[in-house]
Nanobody, 119 residues
């Protein structure tokens, strides 16, 4: 089994910045894709950004130009640098990762970290 532990959430004023981190531990072969999702109250969980183990990234349109995802493959850690934060970025942010264990494709989720953007 793989555990994902997130850190870095908190309260920030509009226009501010936060950096989220997520580290995978446990039975790891090759983590393929790592990403961040978010869920605001009353809304569905949505993809924020994702990165492959080769470094290919994709972003939600709402965060392009403001958020940057990166990863350290040696440490199985993914980061999300969030700049120019807006109140609509307020949500619980979840880390996500996947890998093949033999023929089985497994997906893992972190416990979530709250990000609140408010003055």
């Amino acid at each position: 089994q793989v555990q994902l532990v997130e850190s870095g959430g908190g309260l920030v004023q509009p226009g501010g910045s936060l950096r989220l981190s997520c580290t995978a531990s446990g039975v790891i072969f090759t983590i393929r894709r790592m990403g961040w999702y978010r869920q605001a109250p009353g809304k569905e969980r949505e993809l924020v950004a994702a990165i492959s183990n080769g470094g290919t990234t994709n972003y939600a349109d709402s965060v392009k130009g403001r958020f940057t995802i990166s990863r350290d493959n040696a440490k199985n850690t993914v980061f999300l640098q969030m700049n120019s934060l807006k109140p609509e970025d307020t949500a619980v942010y979840y880390c996500n990762a996947d890998q093949f264990v033999g023929p089985d494709f497994q997906v893992y989720w972190g416990q979530g970290t709250q990000v609140t953007v408010s003055s």
